[in-house]
């Protein structure tokens, strides 16, 4: 069923569909929709669900762990601050192996306050242990949801799936609601492996020492690079169930280009238009959406990008003091490959528009070769 | 140290994804901490229970007529000789 | 032999903590009262460390250790993934020090009460961030010694009233308690878990190495805190004070600080100052529980004595 329906809301109908049972959740701007539709949706007994409405955002990243340990499948939402008031349980939940999904929306970073949007708040937590899933439109936010649960049930790491504040989080487009039948034997209910269970005690997270702690995060990663396969086989599953394909990075015209934007969520789905505006005019323009941030596709940036004559990393992010964070960790999975010209260019920190004409700008520049690496596109010195 | 409630972990490979206890503390024989022993004397002793009531290591036993104190764990806090009403548990010296 | 307790344990020898630990005996009262149809969540504390490390544990039921600030959100969050399982009638325990729940710990405890969530928090109150080494927390009682209030700064400030907080977001039940009392203590728990709702219970757990005693007195030291007054045994139900235990012989304040090292410096007119606040806190209780205070006397004779000689950290009322 086809609904035109905004990125939050989409958020909303993914967590009911996806049979979420506990949602702890604080309201942030620009948030606060997804919260609102699925304290309705529980009201109207559409989602059989309980809310908790927690006092902070600290809180509901606790209560969504707490809910999850006891066995229940368990959501929520923040963005910016309250995902930075989250950080340290968000440490918790990866290190406690539990599968919650949280939807965060992209919102830029204070002081000064700003609700606009860029990724700083996300990437920020990418060391944290999470999976992280950059959506483009509100179609990939709702299947981005679900596919999470799956994955996130069968390795034991939380995900975090993100969208761009405003632009995705308050823009309707048209959504197709998949059909509950279908997404129940898509992600059947969660039965979890290890779980508080008065039949079967057990103390979790009890204090351990170098001899035992390095062999637990030893195992975190190793379950992580097994989430590479598990990632390709829902998303194959996915295509077969309901007809939408998605990948860990999502190529566009980027086989013969010239020069390959890499981009991520709503640039992404800028530079598409971008890229065909340029073909129309004989440029020979690809790009490269990095939709799983978290596993880092290494094989796939590496597959896409060799031999290209140049590659431009848009980075809506700033890691303060090195670099844009997309191209340090593309640059990273180029460095035992044979050497291709990798240009960094930051765009649209704090919500400014980054549109056709800047995106076309950008790969002009990368076409000739010119980059200050980064330079920082647009900045009214 | 090695005993029936040992938990054997050689790797990752044995352990559950996040740190779940998979065995007792009774593993760990905290007799080895006192430097003092309580010692019964069953002839004071009126069993009124406060001994076990009020033992901090749950190492008196009260099934008989007088109590049994389990040197495996007791760490000679004192508490049980100090609350005995009868004076029938006094603290000696620990002789090794 | 007869008990006046359960015998059963549900926590095992072999744990961590030090001798004479009230915080232990504290766990397994509470644990006796509860039985095994019990999840527990524990914040960082004395008892993070007390129940041993992985891979082994000395409680018989379930436990999730958690973050310090989130004793009562990890609690909520259980016990709402409980419900939605149709498991809503384990209890569902955030167990904490007084550092996670008077301090950092504070704002997720008065969202859970201010929820209503169906579950029980108990503090126990060894007076300072045990843990971590005897820090001060807002639960040290006025004249403390700590590492972080060494005197001549010992701790100025009242103790924070963590009940009367809890009474003021109209907590259904919430109580004190005192190891060197277990069978009210047991009475307290089992009234609790009798209630579905939130439930604030705070003991009083003797710490030897924090207040400065030897271990054996570890019970002793927690009796003189209740017939000294020091530390008033009451319950609140849904608003309605009542003592548990009525004191009714004057003990000085005195018989309890002499024998800890931690108020060690205190001077005779600093005692005289703890003695009134002991009065000025007791007469407020028996106001608040609608009776008549029996050491009316001792409060006139206190404010009298303290107004003479005011010591300057003190203000009296002129």
Not at chain 1, 23 to 39: D, G, H, L, N, R
Not at chain 1, 216 to 238: C, G, H, P, T
Not at chain 2, 42 to 51: D, H, N, V
Not at chain 3, 186 to 197: D, H, L, N, P, R
Request: include cysteine; glycine fraction near 8%; proline fraction near 5%.
């Amino acid at each position: 069923m086809k609904k035109v329906i905004t990125g939050n809301h989409a958020v909303s109908y993914a967590a009911k569909i996806a049979r979420a049972e506990v949602v702890a959740a604080y309201p942030i701007t620009p948030q606060t929709q997804v919260v609102e539709k699925i304290s309705s949706f529980c009201a109207d007994g559409e989602m059989e669900a309980i809310f908790i409405k927690v006092e902070s955002e600290h809180s509901a990243c606790a209560a969504t762990i707490g809910a999850s340990a006891a066995g229940a499948r368990a959501f929520t939402a923040t963005s910016s601050q309250g995902l930075a008031l989250m950080h340290e349980m968000l440490h918790w939940a990866a290190n406690a192996r539990v599968p919650i999904v949280i939807a965060n929306i992209n919102r830029a970073m204070g002081p000064p306050w700003t609700i606009w949007t860029d990724q700083n708040d996300s990437l920020s937590q990418r060391d944290t242990g999470w999976m992280q899933i950059y959506c483009e439109g509100n179609q990939d936010v709702l299947d981005s949801v679900i596919q999470a649960f799956k994955i996130s049930e069968q390795v034991s790491i939380p995900s975090m799936v993100v969208l761009d504040a405003f632009f995705l989080s308050h823009t309707s487009e048209p959504v197709d609601l998949p059909e509950q039948k279908l997404v129940d034997k898509f992600l059947p209910r969660y039965e979890a492996k290890w779980k508080l269970d008065i039949g079967n005690p057990h103390t979790f997270g009890g204090l351990t020492g170098p001899d035992r702690y390095y062999e637990l995060r030893y195992n975190l990663q190793k379950d992580f690079i097994r989430s590479v396969k598990v990632i390709d086989k829902v998303q194959a599953e996915f295509k077969e169930m309901f007809g939408r394909e998605y990948g860990r990075v999502e190529p566009f015209m980027a086989d013969d280009a010239e020069v390959l934007l890499v981009v991520s969520g709503t640039i992404a789905s800028t530079a598409k238009q971008a890229v065909l505006d340029a073909r129309k005019a004989g440029f020979k323009l690809g790009s490269l959406k990095i939709r799983f941030f978290r596993p880092f596709p290494q094989d796939l940036v590496q597959k896409h990008l060799a031999g290209k004559k140049s590659v431009a990393v848009i980075d809506r992010n700033y890691s303060f003091g090195s670099e844009g964070i997309f191209y340090s960790e593309v640059k990273g999975a180029m460095f035992d490959q044979p050497h291709i010209p990798i240009y960094s260019y930051i765009a649209g920190l704090g919500g400014r528009d980054v549109a056709v004409k800047d995106i076309l700008g950008i790969a002009e520049l990368a076409k000739a070769g010119k980059c200050d690496n980064p330079t920082w596109w647009g900045v009214k010195l | 140290m090695s005993n029936k409630y040992e938990v054997k972990i050689t790797g990752a490979k044995d352990m559950p994804p996040m740190a779940a206890s998979l065995g007792k503390m009774l593993y760990n024989l905290t007799g080895s901490w006192r430097n003092i022993r309580p010692v019964v004397i069953p002839e004071k002793c009126t069993a009124c229970s406060l001994c076990w009531k009020f033992c901090p290591d749950f190492c008196i036993n009260i099934d008989g007529d007088f109590p049994v104190i389990d040197y495996d764990y007791c760490k000679g806090c004192g508490v049980c000789a100090q609350e005995c009403p009868s004076e029938a548990i006094v603290m000696e010296e620990e002789t090794k | 032999m007869k008990t006046t307790i359960p015998k059963e344990e549900l926590v095992s020898s072999g744990h961590l903590a030090c001798q004479g630990c009230g915080a232990t005996l504290a766990m397994r009262y509470t644990l006796k009262a509860l039985g095994p149809n019990t999840i527990y969540t524990i914040p960082a504390c004395c008892w993070s460390v007390i129940d041993g490390p992985f891979p082994y544990t000395s409680l018989a039921v379930p436990l999730y250790h958690t973050a310090f600030e989130t004793a009562a959100s990890m609690a909520s969050g259980i016990k709402a993934g409980l419900t939605i399982r149709g498991k809503g009638d384990i209890n569902v325990v955030a167990w904490a020090g007084d550092g996670g729940t008077a301090d950092i710990g504070i704002q997720a405890l008065s969202g859970m009460v201010e929820r209503g969530d169906n579950v029980l928090y108990v503090c126990y109150d060894n007076e300072a961030y045990m843990n971590t080494g005897i820090q001060r927390s807002s639960s040290t009682p006025v004249g403390a010694w700590t590492t972080t209030t060494p005197p001549p700064h010992f701790k100025k400030e009242l103790k924070k009233d963590l009940v009367a907080i809890m009474v003021a977001h109209r907590i259904p039940y919430t109580a004190t308690g005192c190891i060197a009392y277990p069978e009210d203590w047991i009475k307290k728990v089992e009234k609790a878990i009798s209630i579905v709702g939130p439930k604030f219970l705070q003991i009083l757990a003797t710490c030897p190495p924090g207040w400065k005693i030897s271990s054996e007195i570890s019970i002793e030291v927690a009796r003189l805190a209740i017939s000294t007054r020091k530390w008033p045994l009451y319950e609140v139900t849904d608003g309605k004070y009542k003592f548990t235990r009525m004191i009714k012989k004057f003990q000085p304040v005195s018989d309890y600080l002499k024998v800890q090292g931690r108020f060690r410096h205190l001077t005779e007119e600093e005692i005289d100052v703890i003695q009134l606040q002991a009065e000025e806190n007791w007469a407020e209780l028996c106001a608040k529980a609608g009776i008549e205070n029996e050491f009316a006397a001792q409060l006139a004779e206190y404010t009298e004595k303290v107004k003479a000689h005011h010591p300057q950290w003190f203000k009296v009322e002129e």
